[in-house]
C-alpha cells in the first residue's frame, strides 16, 4: 500500500530550539497539507502545496512557521524559534486533484514537545 | 457558526447494534464529503468518500448525503467493539478551497 511518510515520529526539544519536520508524499499525489492536532482545537489546516507551489498558508503562524516543497517527493515544516504552545501532532496528507474537493491520505504524524 | 459540526459524543452502542453519526456544514456549495476514523494515537484513516445526495454502501458502513438539509451521516451497522474510535467527518469548501474537519464523534462498542 502507497502511503505518506513523515519523519520523525516523534520529537522531544527545547523552546528556542529548531524543529524541521519531513513528508514524503505517495508517489503521484501532486497535493500536500500539513494539519496541526491538538485536544482543545481538533485539526487545523496550517498550510498546503499544489504541484509544489504554496496556495495557502494562512493557517500559520508567519513568524515562526515556514513550511516549503523543494521538490515532489519532499515537504517540510520548520518551527523556529519553538515554544510549547507548538506541542502537538503534527500531520502531513496528499492527494490528487481529480475533482473540486480530493480525499486526503494521511502519514503517521509527528508527536512533538516542547520542554 | 462551526463550518462543520460533530456532536462530540461519546456514542455509546452495545455490539451488534447500528451506530449513526452526524454532521452538518454550513456551506451550502459544497460537493465533497468525507468520513474518517481515527484511533488513539493513530492517524486519521478514510473510510468513506460521498459527492452526490442519497446513500453509498461499502461493506458495513453507509454514507448519507443531503445537501438540502446540509446535513451527511454515516452509519455502522453490526457495530464490533473494533470499531471504538473518532470519527471525523470533513467536507470540501469550495468557498476557501480547503478540506475542513469537524471535532470529531467518539463512538463506544460495548462488548
Known amino acids: 500500500d502507497a502511503r505518506v511518510t513523515q519523519t520523525p515520529r516523534h520529537k522531544v526539544t527545547e523552546m528556542g530550539q529548531e524543529v524541521t519536520m519531513r513528508c514524503q508524499p505517495i508517489l503521484g499525489h501532486n497535493t500536500v497539507f500539513w494539519y496541526r492536532q491538538t485536544m482543545m482545537q481538533g485539526l487545523e489546516l496550517l498550510a498546503y502545496f499544489r504541484n509544489r507551489a504554496p496556495l495557502d498558508d494562512s493557517g500559520m503562524p508567519k513568524d515562526r512557521f515556514s513550511a516549503e516543497m523543494p521538490d515532489a517527493t519532499l515537504a517540510t515544516l520548520k518551527i523556529q524559534p519553538s515554544e510549547p504552545r507548538d506541542s502537538a501532532v503534527y500531520f502531513c496528507?496528499?492527494?490528487?486533484?481529480?475533482?473540486?474537493?480530493?480525499?486526503?491520505?494521511f502519514g503517521d504524524g509527528t508527536r512533538l514537545s516542547i520542554l | 457558526q462551526k463550518e462543520v459540526e460533530q456532536n462530540s459524543g461519546p456514542l455509546s452502542v452495545p455490539e451488534g447494534a447500528i451506530a449513526s453519526l452526524n454532521c452538518t456544514y454550513s456551506?451550502?456549495?459544497?460537493?465533497?464529503f468525507f468520513w474518517y476514523r481515527q484511533y488513539s494515537g493513530k492517524s486519521p484513516e478514510l473510510i468513506m468518500s460521498i459527492y452526490s445526495n442519497g446513500d453509498k454502501e461499502d461493506g458495513r458502513f453507509t454514507a448519507q448525503l443531503n445537501k438540502a438539509s446540509q446535513y451527511v451521516s454515516l452509519l455502522i451497522r453490526d457495530s464490533q467493539p473494533s470499531d471504538s474510535a473518532t470519527y471525523l467527518c470533513?467536507?470540501?469548501?469550495?468557498?476557501?478551497?480547503?478540506?475542513?474537519f469537524g471535532s470529531g464523534t467518539r463512538l463506544l462498542v460495548r462488548p
Open positions: 456551506d451550502r456549495g459544497s460537493q465533497s
Open positions: 496528507a496528499s492527494g490528487s486533484r481529480t475533482r473540486g474537493g480530493q480525499p486526503q491520505h
Open positions: 470533513a467536507v470540501w469548501m469550495d468557498s476557501s478551497y480547503k478540506l475542513i
